[in-house]
């Protein structure tokens, strides 16, 4: 590694040991990048070079900032975190926000000032943001002063993080308006880690992925560049928050990277998001088939818009969706796989070659095999383990399971895919125990949890059930406590408290009742023949 930019060297001291990082490949001239890197001065000169700093860069549907206007807001927030919250290179500096512009200038500015970015999905709750400022030892924080009260309670309860500004109050503002925009980005170097990105583990205890500031450079010279092609003319839009790595590409990144402008929402419900796509001009769509399939349950006529590239990611997009989405509307889907671990899509492609129930190829930079258990490659049409490799991967923050994602030096998604004879990827199955709904990695053991602090659950297990539109939903199979009986009113009640404890879009969707729980002679609980219940139930 070069030598680092840092001051507090917390996070790079805790890598794992290079024995155990995946094999990273530098194949494609496009990610060899100089020894010395800061990724947010490099966004914003990319954006600018290409049209100059009076460009459009960043809106809400209202109003957009140039490149020029973005610039000066983050160097005036990276000098009030350098002199105000006495932040130094590699401190951690967690990000509650909703989607908008100062949430991108606050991300922008922390790995201007050398920082490391901790975005966190607005829905969390306390509980939750503990186990990630205490994982990653937060000590700083930028927060919308509508999703403080959450966070005010993780610091009562852990300490952390012990500074906090806001925004939306005037506060932060305030002090912005006070400082010159005369700050130098710090010179870190190229493998400095940037971010690190919370994803959940199957047994609800979060993983820090960590990435440098080349990865963040690495996924728009890769797959955006060859899949996307972004010009400066595009107008990119999207559902996904920026505390998950597929909308921080594709609502930050990308854009910045070709000089392209971002219009984000601070929420964008199907229901509202064909009106918004016509307003806002958007030309690429990132979001999930959940979406794409509400959208054409509700779409009275074909919306009046720009949009060239629909992009889908999160969950697979059934073949389905993909073929009435470009009947309805004359545009074609853009599937792809990625994760957090190797910080965006690594399968896909590029609009003429999309096909239903594909995923497509490895992006250039990347490759892809599907292997049995000993790690030999399945023939075309034999289902096995995806792996892959390519400039990103997987480097957990401090954590044992790293070996389990990274094996051989590849890294192994979790997910059961298949080949064809002309090396397309088309997904089969997840194959660990996380639920995925909508696009959000659900935990089945955090739901558990959640539901045993209920004082009318004995037991309960928590699995996916198959879902026409969500792909999954939480399904929750409950062993009540003495002295509580079924009934609606219970169930929407054990929803609730989910919701209340977790973040809300984990809670079951379907709660089942049953005397007990199928486990084996040893006590552990079976999770397929919840499943095969599950499943049957859909079905019916």
């Known amino acids: 590694m070069n030598a680092t930019g840092h001051v507090d060297t917390f996070v790079r001291d805790r890598l794992p040991p290079p024995e155990d990082w995946p094999e990273l490949l530098f194949t494609v001239p496009e990610v060899r990048?100089?020894?010395?890197?800061?990724?947010?001065?490099?966004?914003?000169?990319?954006?600018?070079?290409?049209?100059?700093?009076?460009?459009?860069?960043?809106?809400?549907?209202?109003?957009?900032?140039?490149?020029?206007?973005?610039?000066?807001r983050v160097h005036?927030?990276?000098?009030?975190?350098?002199?105000?919250?006495?932040?130094?290179?590699?401190?951690?500096?967690?990000?509650?926000?909703?989607?908008?512009?100062?949430?991108?200038?606050?991300?922008?500015?922390?790995?201007?000032?050398?920082?490391?970015a901790v975005t966190t999905m607005p829905l969390l709750r306390r509980l939750e943001l503990a186990k990630i400022v205490e994982r990653a030892a937060v000590d700083h924080a930028l927060c919308d002063v509508r999703l403080l009260e959450e966070l005010a309670a993780c610091r009562e309860a852990t300490g952390r993080p012990a500074h906090i500004l806001t925004w939306g109050d005037g506060g932060l503002e305030r002090r912005m308006a006070a400082v010159a925009d005369d700050f130098r980005p710090v010179d870190t170097a190229a493998d400095d880690p940037a971010i690190v990105a919370f994803t959940s583990g199957t047994t609800g205890q979060p993983k820090g992925c960590v990435h440098f500031h080349r990865d963040l450079l690495a996924v728009c010279d890769t797959y955006a560049r060859h899949v996307l092609a972004p010009t400066p003319e595009d107008r990119f839009t999207g559902t996904p928050p920026l505390g998950f790595t597929y909308g921080l590409g594709g609502m930050l990144l990308f854009?910045?990277?070709?000089?392209?402008?971002?219009?984000?929402?601070?929420?964008?419900?199907?229901?509202?998001?064909?009106?918004?796509?016509?307003?806002?001009?958007?030309?690429?769509?990132f979001t999930a088939p959940t979406a794409y399939r509400a959208m054409l349950r509700d779409m009275t006529r074909v919306p009046d818009w720009r949009l060239r590239l629909c992009v889908s990611a999160g969950e697979t997009l059934p073949a389905a969706t993909f073929e009435a989405w470009r009947a309805r509307t004359g545009l074609t889907i853009v599937d792809g796989i990625g994760s957090t671990e190797m910080l965006h899509i690594f399968?896909?492609?590029?609009?003429?070659?999309?096909?239903?129930?594909?995923?497509?190829?490895?992006?250039?930079?990347?490759?892809?095999?599907?292997?049995?258990d000993d790690f030999r490659p399945c023939p075309p049409?034999?289902?096995?383990?995806?792996?892959?490799?390519?400039?990103?991967?997987?480097?957990?923050?401090?954590d044992p399971r790293q070996r389990e994602y990274v094996r051989r030096g590849w890294n192994v998604t979790g997910d059961t895919y298949v080949r064809d004879a002309e090396g397309r990827f088309a997904y089969v199955a997840r194959s660990d125990d996380i639920i995925v709904s909508a696009g959000y990695n659900i935990?089945?053991?955090?739901?558990?949890?959640?539901?045993?602090?209920?004082?009318?659950?004995a037991e309960c297990g928590v699995v996916g059930a198959p879902d026409p539109d969500r792909g999954q939903v939480v399904a929750a199979y409950v062993v009540l406590a003495p002295g509580h009986a079924p009934s609606e009113d219970l169930v929407r009640?054990?929803?609730?408290?989910?919701?209340?404890?977790?973040?809300?879009?984990?809670?079951?969707?379907?709660?089942?009742?049953?005397?007990?729980?199928?486990?084996?002679?040893?006590?552990?609980?079976?999770?397929?023949?919840?499943r095969e219940l599950a499943r049957t139930e859909a079905e019916a």
Request: charged share 20%.
């Open 443 to 457: 935990a089945g053991p955090e739901v558990e949890a959640a539901l045993l602090t209920h004082p009318a659950v």
């Open 255 to 285: 854009p910045l990277a070709f000089g392209a402008a971002s219009v984000m929402a601070e929420a964008l419900p199907p229901e509202r998001l064909p009106a918004f796509l016509e307003t806002s001009g958007a030309t690429v769509l």
């Open 347 to 372: 399968i896909s492609a590029p609009p003429e070659e999309a096909r239903p129930g594909v995923t497509g190829r490895p992006v250039p930079g990347y490759v892809a095999e599907v292997v049995d």
């Open 33 to 72: 990048y100089p020894p010395r890197l800061n990724a947010a001065s490099e966004l914003l000169r990319r954006g600018a070079a290409a049209g100059g700093w009076a460009r459009p860069c960043l809106g809400d549907g209202e109003r957009m900032l140039t490149y020029g206007e973005v610039r000066e």
């Open 381 to 398: 049409g034999v289902p096995g383990r995806l792996v892959v490799k390519g400039p990103t991967g997987c480097r957990y923050l401090d």
């Open 76 to 116: 005036r927030l990276a000098r009030v975190l350098a002199d105000d919250l006495g932040l130094v290179p590699g401190h951690r500096v967690l990000l509650r926000g909703y989607n908008g512009p100062m949430l991108a200038v606050a991300w922008l500015a922390v790995l201007a000032a050398g920082g490391i």
């Open 493 to 530: 009640a054990l929803q609730d408290h989910v919701k209340r404890t977790i973040a809300p879009y984990k809670y079951p969707r379907r709660i089942r009742f049953l005397e007990a729980l199928p486990r084996t002679q040893t006590g552990k609980l079976q999770r397929f023949r919840l």
